[in-house]
């Protein structure tokens, strides 16, 4: 695995669907004059002589849509701007016990990652419910860092391999990862406004100008659902280009393949045998070592790549499931 060639690649990546989400948002912008037009045009203009567009109806549609991706960015993002402790409980996660032998293995592991890579020390936290191997770090800096992991990464995991996994939720912190995310899942929150706005106008309480409500409405919500997918396809991609960075970055500062490979190796057995993680609500799928969603529509809906080519990425070549046999 050449190391710093994959973060490069990662990055070149990531700002290049980055650029791509905002191209989406404009080609949004653009797709709801349209539609909008369409609509009107449909119930008014085209049919008396000599009818026009209201003034300043693009640049009114323009401004509305925008506020619309902006205001939803701006909400979700005021929403989880209570910190990275804040939401991590939400998850269920604690703090450690120091009295329990595994988690406070767990915790000199962070201090130890936080020492090697010249980074501020995170808050240790434990999902203890939760019997799966998994992790995630949340927060918008490294003064609001934590990371958090799973009972079952603690049962299962060897130290070299919960310092890899460890390693990996660092490269999140430093890599500025957690907030993109949250950044991105506020835009596609405010495309998705707009496809309720819509629906709110496809069945208005009055009947006074239903018609034009209602196609307005229609051409409203087939908008928001294009950019909606668009937008979430995109996350997808940069979710996915991080994974790959995360995890050349575990192999960097661990200067160990089997530490981080040992962990998605060991994953992939726990599938086969059945212990999966908890169900987690989408928004935060982004933040988890392994996505927990089932069902997805297509493969370009996917937070995370697939196991099997993680792995390979890691190693060079592909490599078997490690069993689940106890740390």
Do not use: C
């Given at each position: ?168 939720e660092f490269s999140h912190i430093r890599e500025g990862d957690t907030r993109l995310n949250m950044r991105l ?115 370009w809906f996917d937070s995370h790549p697939s196991l099997e080519e993680r792995v390979r990425r890691v190693y ?12």
């Open positions: 695995m050449l190391i710093f060639e994959s973060q490069r690649e990662a990055r070149v990546r990531t700002l290049r669907l980055l650029v791509a989400f905002g191209v989406a948002v404009l080609l949004l912008v653009v797709l709801v004059n349209a539609a909008l037009a369409l609509a009107w045009g449909l119930t008014w203009s085209f049919w008396v002589p000599g009818a026009a567009y209201p003034r300043y109806f693009f640049e009114v549609n323009t401004a509305v849509t925008l506020l619309f991706v902006l205001g939803g960015w701006w909400l979700e993002t005021s929403r989880l701007s209570s910190g990275g402790q804040a939401l991590a409980e939400q998850m269920g996660a604690r703090l450690v016990h120091s009295g329990d032998f595994a988690e406070q293995r767990f915790a000199n592991i962070v201090d130890e990652m936080a020492i090697s890579s010249g980074m501020k020390r995170p808050v240790a936290m434990v999902m203890a419910r939760d019997e799966g191997i998994n992790a995630f770090a949340a927060g918008w800096d490294e003064d609001d860092a934590v990371v958090a992991v799973t009972s079952g990464a603690l049962e299962h995991l060897s130290r070299d391999e919960l310092q890899g996994l460890v390693a990996h899942v506020g835009m596609v929150f405010g495309l998705e406004m707009l496809f309720r706005m819509g629906q709110d106008l496809a069945e208005p309480d009055i009947r006074e100008h239903r018609t034009l409500a209602t196609l307005l409405g229609l051409a409203l919500m087939g908008a928001g659902w294009l950019g909606w997918m668009a937008g979430h396809a995109l996350q997808a991609a940069v979710s996915r280009q991080r994974e790959f960075l995360a995890d050349a970055r575990s192999v960097q500062w661990t200067r160990s393949r089997d530490g981080i490979g040992g962990v998605l190796r060991k994953v992939m057995s726990q599938r086969h045998e059945g212990v999966q993680s908890r169900r987690i609500g989408s928004m935060v799928q982004h933040m988890l070592l392994v996505g927990t969603e089932e069902g997805r529509m297509a493969h060079g070549r592909r490599m078997a499931p490690l069993p689940l046999n106890q740390a």
